[in-house]
Nanobody, 118 residues
Framework: QVRLVESGGGSVQDGGSLTLSCAAS????????LGWFRELPGDEREFVGR????????EYVGDIEGRFIIYRERDKNTVYLSMISVKPEDTGVYYC???????????WGQGTQVTVSS
């Protein structure tokens, strides 16, 4: 089992920056990918981007790339979502999730609120 704890959410002005963190613990050897997702107000959870545990390669949803960067501190088993040039439409609850090899995302953090004000 993998436990995930997000932190770093808060309020930020339009055009500002914010970095979220996701600390993984437990059976981290089983992690295949760690993804970031978000729930915008009134919407379903959507994929933002992910990082592969084996080589730190990253993938982002199209309109996020360039504004959001995902990276990992291996010795801390912590993954970060660095957001720049944030917009009010980025407001929502951000979650990290883990997909073990051969599985979908089955472990989730508790979520952290990001509010971007204009």
């Amino acid at each position: 089992q993998v436990r995930l704890v997000e932190s770093g959410g808060g309020s930020v002005q339009d055009g500002g920056s914010l970095t979220l963190s996701c600390a993984a613990s437990g059976d981290t050897e089983s992690i295949n990918v760690l993804g970031w997702f978000r729930e915008l107000p009134g919407d379903e959870r959507e994929f933002v981007g992910r990082i592969a545990w084996i080589d730190d390669s990253t993938e982002y949803v199209g309109d996020i790339e360039g504004r959001f960067i995902i990276y990992r501190e291996r010795d801390k088993n912590t993954v970060y979502l660095s957001m720049i040039s944030v917009k009010p439409e980025d407001t929502g609850v951000y979650y990290c999730g883990v997909a073990p090899a051969g599985s979908g995302y089955i472990y989730w953090g508790q979520g952290t609120q990001v509010t971007v004000s204009s």
